[in-house]
């Protein structure tokens, strides 16, 4: 009987499922079984065994995954971790094996892992250093932060960067405590103005109250 496969980078595979399915209907009585070898917050290893109907073990296979390593790792890796682990072993068994023994599965799990590694960083060019000077000039110390985590720095230009990027928190550190003690020291003028007129206030009335007092005695 012929697998179904699929084409992957121009290689055909078998599918996991296919394998199971052919297991399933021509070896009645036998069984595959997963076994946890590790299982930490982020990686997992996984066995599987495939047993006879005397319970022998004749084939088996295991996987790793990391957590996070691709899309489908990121909240499935134990369960990816099995269904590799049981390709191996179908696999292991000669179930699928006409163009690999690995399975479709695992490969496009493999090509997936590749294609999301972190790219290597591009350096930094004389050009684009400049740039974040003059973006340091203009007070844009967060954009120029977040450009230096995209590339790839030598070690005098990370020194020269960070010590502009302090001596700018510094100034805007400085220029706010200004601004600060500016509005602290308007509030106390606007205080002192307002007790100001209330006392000359206080004063015009008691100046009133007598000049009535002494004109009612003079009666």
């Not at 205080?191 to 007129?197: M, V």
Request: hydrophobic share 35%; proline share 0%; net charge neutral.
């Amino acid at each position: 009987m012929k697998l179904k496969t699929i084409n992957i980078h121009g290689k055909n595979y078998v599918e996991v499922n296919e394998r199971i399915k052919y297991f399933r209907e021509n070896y009645k009585g036998w069984s595959l079984i997963s076994e946890l070898i590790d299982l930490t917050e982020n990686r997992c290893v996984i066995k599987a065994s495939i047993t006879d109907e005397k319970d022998k073990v004749i084939a088996t296979g295991i996987a790793y995954e990391v957590m996070g390593s691709s899309y489908i790792n990121k909240t499935s890796f134990i369960e990816n971790c099995e269904t590799s682990a049981w390709g191996r072993a179908l696999g292991n068994l000669g179930i699928g094996i006409d163009t690999s023994i690995a399975s479709a599965f695992e490969v496009n799990n493999a090509i997936i892992q590749q294609e999301t590694k972190p790219k290597t960083k591009e350096k930094l060019n004389d050009s684009k250093y400049q740039a974040m000077i003059v973006a340091l000039g203009n007070g844009k110390v967060d954009v120029v932060k977040e450009r230096m985590n995209n590339y790839k720095l030598t070690k005098k230009q990370k020194e020269n960067l960070n010590k502009l990027i302090k001596e700018n928190i510094k100034e805007i550190n400085e220029a706010g405590k200004s601004e600060i003690k500016e509005k602290k020291l308007a509030v106390i003028n606007e205080t002192i103005e307002g007790l100001g007129n209330t006392i000359l206030d206080y004063h015009q009335d008691d100046i009133m109250d007598n000049s009535f007092l002494n004109n009612n005695i003079n009666k």
